[in-house]
């Protein structure tokens, strides 16, 4: 598979070097700038994320942090999309001939009907979103190598999630991935439990054609197949898990409950739900500061899954034993005794976990 980074001109390769510092200044530097102003403003510690948040207006850093991040992530679309877009003949050619050399399966659905909460807004702020073009895949996995500081090269993140998150099934038959995007949380899931079948899901055609052309490439007979997370078409009681990464912060929280109603629908007795996502970590100006992320990142229903209960919805599901768990993103993966002492800014990363009672 073409990476774009390995035909990247001098001029492209600056470019993208200049956003990734800019974002790490935002992150490493501005930030922690941020907090120490806020810490030295005289005032009692917030009790609520709302108080915080009103008082981080207030600052004379804020106006630049916030800035800098929007300013800085269309930087980042731009580069990305101008790199992808000018290599479109080369990238589509490859799509068609890697995928037809695949064991995996493709399975689209034309008719499928995008959700309005879904195709009305640029999430991220890439223009034209993940679904709306096939290079829009190629734009987003080369642009989010650098939203995540070039951290998450080779998909440590997911991998970590795999690894540290999933529980340890030798005889699992059928996992599935909600949310795959171009498969990169599905692709280490074949590691995790070689002898099941894998699916990803996804609503974006764009996405899947790009993951079931990078499996092809790796030897990986995984499936993929367009459909809604909250209506995948898939038999009642036959995985053993059920798994998402960062994708129900995309969804308002009817459609968080029908994904998490889906799951349960969709596990075998005995089987195991988990998502990676974020949570509020309790520091109500860190939280503040993420809350404020939805509106900096177009990410219109951020706050709609900080406000619901997603433990009550996997009891609701008929799901067991729900819990949320730290994830350290760096090193540890999951980690019971919280973030950790972080001074610079990142997503507060956490695991849902909850399980499908057994038969009696």
Same mark, same amino acid.
């Given at each position: 598979?073409?990476?774009?980074?390995?035909?990247?001109?001098?001029?492209?390769?600056?470019?993208?070097?200049?956003?990734?510092?800019?974002?790490?200044?935002?992150?490493?530097?501005?930030?922690?700038?941020?907090?120490?102003?806020?810490?030295?403003?005289?005032?009692?510690?917030?009790?609520?994320?709302?108080?915080?948040?009103?008082?981080?207006?207030?600052?004379?850093?804020?106006?630049?942090?916030?800035?800098?991040?929007?300013?800085?992530?269309?930087?980042?679309?731009?580069?990305?999309? /101008?790199?992808?877009?000018?290599?479109? +003949?080369?990238?589509?050619?490859? @799509? !068609?001939?890697?995928? =037809?050399?695949?064991? %995996?399966?493709?399975?689209?659905?034309?008719?499928?009907?995008?959700?309005?909460?879904?195709?009305?807004?640029?999430?991220?702020?890439?223009?034209?979103?993940?679904?709306?073009?096939?290079?829009?895949?190629?734009?987003?996995?080369?642009?989010?190598?650098?939203?995540?500081?070039?951290?998450?090269?080779?998909?440590?993140?997911?991998?970590?999630?795999?690894?540290?998150?999933?529980?340890?099934?030798?005889?699992?038959?059928?996992?599935?991935?909600?949310?795959?995007?171009?498969?990169?949380?599905?692709?280490?899931?074949?590691?995790?439990?070689?002898?099941? /079948?894998?699916?990803?899901?996804?609503? +974006?055609?764009?996405?899947?054609? @790009? !993951?079931?052309?990078? =499996?092809?490439?790796? %030897?990986?007979?995984?499936?993929?197949?367009?459909?809604?997370?909250?209506?995948?078409?898939?038999?009642?009681?036959?995985?053993?898990?059920?798994?998402?990464?960062?994708?129900?912060?995309?969804?308002?929280?009817?459609?968080?409950?029908?994904?998490?109603?889906?799951?349960?629908?969709?596990?075998?007795?005995?089987?195991?739900?988990?998502?990676?996502?974020?949570?509020?970590?309790?520091?109500?100006?860190?939280?503040?500061?993420?809350?404020?992320?939805?509106?900096?990142?177009?990410?219109?229903?951020?706050?709609?899954?900080?406000?619901?209960?997603?433990?009550?919805?996997?009891?609701?599901?008929?799901?067991?034993?729900?819990?949320?768990?730290?994830?350290?993103?760096?090193?540890?993966?999951?980690?019971?005794?919280?973030?950790?002492?972080?001074?610079?800014?990142?997503?507060?990363?956490?695991?849902?976990?909850?399980?499908?009672?057994?038969?009696?």
């Amino acid at each position: 598979m073409i990476d774009i980074e390995d035909r990247l001109t001098l001029d492209e390769r600056s470019r993208v070097d200049y956003i990734l510092a800019l974002r790490k200044q935002w992150a490493n530097t501005v930030y922690p700038a941020l907090t120490r102003e806020y810490a030295a403003d005289g005032e009692p510690p917030a009790d609520t994320v709302e108080q915080a948040a009103n008082r981080l207006h207030e600052l004379s850093l804020y106006p630049w942090f916030s800035h800098l991040e929007r300013v800085q992530q269309k930087m980042l679309w731009k580069a990305a999309g /101008e790199a992808v877009l000018s290599r479109r +003949a080369q990238l589509t050619e490859q @799509l !068609a001939e890697t995928a =037809a050399d695949g064991a %995996g399966t493709l399975t689209l659905n034309s008719s499928l009907e995008l959700p309005s909460w879904y195709t009305d807004f640029d999430i991220h702020i890439q223009p034209g979103s993940f679904f709306s073009d096939d290079m829009s895949a190629y734009v987003y996995e080369f642009g989010a190598r650098i939203v995540m500081l070039r951290d998450n090269d080779g998909y440590k993140f997911h991998k970590l999630f795999t690894q540290t998150a999933l529980p340890e099934l030798p005889a699992a038959e059928r996992v599935v991935d909600i949310g795959c995007g171009f498969g990169k949380s599905t692709r280490p899931l074949a590691g995790k439990y070689p002898g099941a /079948e894998i699916i990803g899901v996804d609503l +974006a055609a764009p996405g899947l054609r @790009l !993951a079931h052309a990078e =499996a092809a490439a790796e %030897g990986l007979a995984l499936s993929y197949r367009q459909a809604d997370g909250r209506a995948t078409g898939l038999e009642s009681g036959s995985c053993d898990v059920v798994t998402g990464t960062m994708v129900l912060h995309e969804m308002p929280s009817d459609a968080v409950r029908e994904t998490i109603q889906e799951a349960a629908r969709l596990l075998k007795p005995g089987g195991a739900l988990r998502f990676l996502e974020f949570q509020p970590t309790g520091d109500p100006f860190r939280d503040a500061t993420v809350f404020e992320h939805a509106e900096r990142n177009n990410e219109p229903f951020f706050h709609d899954l900080f406000g619901s209960d997603l433990l009550a919805m996997c009891a609701e599901a008929g799901l067991t034993g729900a819990s949320w768990a730290p994830f350290d993103e760096r090193n540890d993966g999951v980690r019971e005794d919280g973030w950790g002492d972080r001074r610079e800014w990142h997503f507060p990363w956490a695991v849902l976990a909850a399980n499908k009672p057994e038969e009696r």
